[in-house]
Nanobody
Framework: QVQLVESGGGLVQPGGSLRLSCAAS????????MGWYRQAAGEQRELVAT???????NYADSVKGRFTISRDSAKNTVYLRMNSLKPEDTAVYYC??????????????????WGKGTLVTVSS
């Protein structure tokens, strides 16, 4: 079993900053892509940023220059530093990871895993 647990959400004023963290745990053999997605009320879930095991990053146009994704592979953790936050950044932020796990038989399985989300509210 694999778990992804997000933390770091909360209420922040426009122009403020937050750092989200997402830690993966369980029978992990390797982690490929890790990323952040968000879903605002009444909207579809959308990509925010992703980072590969090699460190290549990808960002949504709406967050480029304001958000930074990073990862600590030794800790199976991905971070999202969010600066210059705007009210339109308000959403539940979800962590997603493509993880290869090890079964008791030794067989490897690869799949996508999601965290339960952390709420970010940008408001004065």
């Amino acid at each position: 079993q694999v778990q992804l647990v997000e933390s770091g959400g909360g209420l922040v004023q426009p122009g403020g900053s937050l750092r989200l963290s997402c830690a993966a745990s369980g029978s992990i053999f390797s982690i490929n892509v890790m990323g952040w997605y968000r879903q605002a009320a009444g909207e579809q879930r959308e990509l925010v940023a992703t980072i590969t095991s090699g460190g290549s990053t990808n960002y949504a146009d709406s967050v480029k220059g304001r958000f930074t994704i990073s990862r600590d592979s030794a800790k199976n953790t991905v971070y999202l530093r969010m600066n210059s936050l705007k009210p339109e950044d308000t959403a539940v932020y979800y962590c997603k990871a493509t993880i290869t796990t090890t079964a008791a038989t030794g067989r490897l399985y690869a799949g996508d895993y999601w965290g339960k989300g952390t709420l970010v509210t940008v408001s004065s």
